[in-house]
Nanobody
Framework: QVQLVESGGGLVQAGGSLRLSCTASGSNFRFAAMGWYRRAPGKQRELVAT???????NYVESVKGRFTISRDNAKNTVYLQMNSLKPEDTAVYYC???????WGQGTQVTVSS
């Protein structure tokens, strides 16, 4: 059974930074592409960023230049460094093994103006 546990969310002022972490257990993490999604209030879940098993990142246009996805295979952990946060980044953020049924429980990010 694969488990994904996110952490690092919180309340921050606009322009601030947060780093989210997602630690995986029960999987061949190093061979898996990983992704971060978010769901804002009243909106559908959207892709934020993905990272391949080899470390290649991809981002949705709205976060390019502000967010950085990375991974540490020795720790079975994927990170999302979020800088220059905006109120519209407020959402519950989820990590997932790309293409799988496995999702974390989510971590709340709230950006105040």
């Amino acid at each position: 059974q694969v488990q994904l546990v996110e952490s690092g969310g919180g309340l921050v002022q606009a322009g601030g930074s947060l780093r989210l972490s997602c630690t995986a257990s029960g999987s061949n993490f190093r061979f898996a592409a990983m992704g971060w999604y978010r769901r804002a209030p009243g909106k559908q879940r959207e892709l934020v960023a993905t990272i391949t098993s080899g470390g290649g990142p991809n981002y949705v246009e709205s976060v390019k230049g502000r967010f950085t996805i990375s991974r540490d295979n020795a720790k079975n952990t994927v990170y999302l460094q979020m800088n220059s946060l905006k109120p519209e980044d407020t959402a519950v953020y989820y990590c997932t093994l790309v293409g799988s049924k496995y999702w974390g429980q989510g971590t709340q990010v709230t950006v105040s103006s």
